[in-house]
C-alpha cells in the first residue's frame, strides 16, 4: 500500500515568514509530486510540480525533493495571510494515478 | 479553456435513494478522475478513465458507486441506495497528454440525510 504522511498541523507562522510544508512516501521508486492548495470549502488548486531532485522555484514557492530520503517540502517565502489554507502533497499510486496525504493546515498570523 | 465543471455543486437526499453527478473535464484532456474527500482527509481516489475506458477502480469503492464516460468526453458517477456515510465532497479532476498535471473541479458536495 503506497503512502504519503503529512503533519496535519495546524502549522501557524507570522507574516512575512517562511512557512515549511514536509511530506515523506513510501514509494522509493516515486519519480513526480505534486503541491496543491485547498481553500476551506473549496477544491485543491495545483500550485506546484516537481520530478528532480533539488529545487524547484516559482515566486514565492519553492519545492525541494530527496528521493533518497523519500520527503518533499514546500517553502512558502514571505507568508500572507491569504496563504493560510490547506497544502496537500499527491505522489504517484500507478501510472498517471496520484496518492494524497491528509494536508497540513496553515495559518499565516498578521 | 473553461476548467472542468460539475454538478450539481450541492445535492442533498435521503438514505437509501440513488444520486448522480456529472463532470466536464478540460476540453483537450483524455484522462479522467473521481475523488472522494471527507472534513480533515486528503481526496480519495475513486477511478479514473482513459478516454472512454476505465483503467482502475478502488477496491474500497462498494458496487453501489459506478461511473461512466460513454464518450470520452464527460463522465458521471452514480451512487445507488446512499447510505449517510456516503457524505462527502465528489470532485473530478482531469489531465491530459503526457503530463501528470491534474486540474480539479469545484466538486459536489453530497449530503445524504
Known amino acids: 500500500q503506497k503512502e504519503v504522511e503529512q503533519n496535519s498541523g495546524p502549522l501557524s507562522v507570522p507574516e512575512g515568514a517562511i512557512a515549511s510544508l514536509n511530506c515523506t512516501y513510501s514509494?522509493?521508486?516515486?519519480?513526480?509530486f505534486f503541491w496543491y492548495r485547498q481553500y476551506s470549502g473549496k477544491s485543491p488548486e495545483l500550485i506546484m510540480f516537481?520530478?528532480?531532485?533539488g529545487d524547484k522555484e516559482d515566486g514565492r514557492f519553492t519545492a525541494q525533493l530527496n528521493k533518497a530520503s523519500q520527503y518533499v517540502s514546500l517553502l512558502i517565502r514571505d507568508s500572507q495571510p491569504s496563504d493560510s489554507a490547506t497544502y496537500l502533497c499527491?505522489?504517484?499510486?500507478?501510472?498517471?494515478?496520484?496518492?494524497f496525504g491528509t494536508g497540513t493546515r496553515l495559518k499565516v498570523l498578521a | 479553456d473553461t476548467g472542468v465543471s460539475q454538478n450539481p455543486r450541492h445535492k442533498i437526499t435521503k438514505r437509501g435513494q440513488n444520486v448522480t453527478f456529472r463532470c466536464d473535464p478540460i476540453?483537450?484532456?483524455?484522462?479522467l478522475y473521481w475523488y472522494r474527500q471527507t472534513l480533515g482527509q486528503g481526496p480519495e481516489f475513486l477511478t479514473y478513465?482513459?478516454?472512454?475506458?476505465?483503467?482502475?477502480k478502488s477496491r474500497l469503492l462498494s458496487d453501489r458507486f459506478s461511473a461512466e464516460r460513454p464518450k470520452g468526453s464527460f463522465s458521471t458517477l452514480e451512487i445507488q441506495r446512499t447510505e449517510q456515510g456516503d457524505s462527502a465532497m465528489y470532485l473530478c479532476?482531469?489531465?491530459?497528454?503526457?503530463?501528470?498535471?491534474?486540474?480539479f473541479g469545484p466538486g459536489t458536495r453530497l449530503t445524504v440525510t
Open positions: 479532476a482531469s489531465s491530459g497528454g503526457t503530463s501528470y498535471e491534474q486540474y
Open positions: 514509494d522509493r521508486g516515486s519519480q513526480s
Open positions: 516537481i520530478y528532480s531532485n
Open positions: 499527491a505522489a504517484p499510486g500507478g501510472t498517471y494515478k496520484y496518492i
Open positions: 476540453s483537450e484532456h483524455n484522462r
Open positions: 478513465f482513459q478516454n472512454e475506458a476505465q483503467l482502475e
